[in-house]
């Protein structure tokens, strides 16, 4: 499975962006897909996963009702959809995909294939 990461960018505090992840490969093999970040300085956390088996959804505490994850079945592509950007979701967002449903969603080790991450940056 390879992942594809898009959409990143600069942006003010209060604006919108949607992030993008295209799946190819052995896309049948896949439970579902999340998204991490990696600020500055920072360690790796999770911000967003769908489970496509039982449409689970997970969040981030800190970015519960401001963004929305979302997929396009026909296309294998999942979409990240940022609202009400703050200066402290400036990060590299990377997108993974995981093959079985057991195990937390919200680990990144539980995610078998990532992709290459995409920077976004919020101004103040």
């Known amino acids: 499975v390879q992942l594809q990461a898009s959409g990143g960018g600069l942006v003010q505090a209060g604006d919108s962006l949607r992030l993008s992840c295209a799946a190819s490969g052995r896309t049948g093999s896949m439970h579902g897909m999340g998204w991490f970040r990696r600020a500055p300085g920072k360690e790796r956390e999770f911000v967003a996963a769908?489970?496509?088996?039982?449409?689970?959804?997970y969040y981030a505490d800190s970015v519960k009702g401001r963004f929305t994850i979302s997929r396009d079945n026909a296309q294998n592509t999942v979409y990240l959809r940022m609202n009400s950007l703050k200066p402290e979701d400036t990060a590299v967002y990377y997108c993974?995909?995981?093959?079985?449903?057991?195990?937390?969603?919200?680990?990144?080790?539980?995610?078998?294939?990532w992709g290459q991450g995409t920077q976004v940056t919020v101004s103040s």
């Open positions: 993974a995909a995981r093959s079985y449903d057991e195990r937390s969603w919200l680990i990144d080790s539980f995610y078998s294939y």
């Open positions: 769908l489970n496509w088996n039982s449409g689970s959804i």
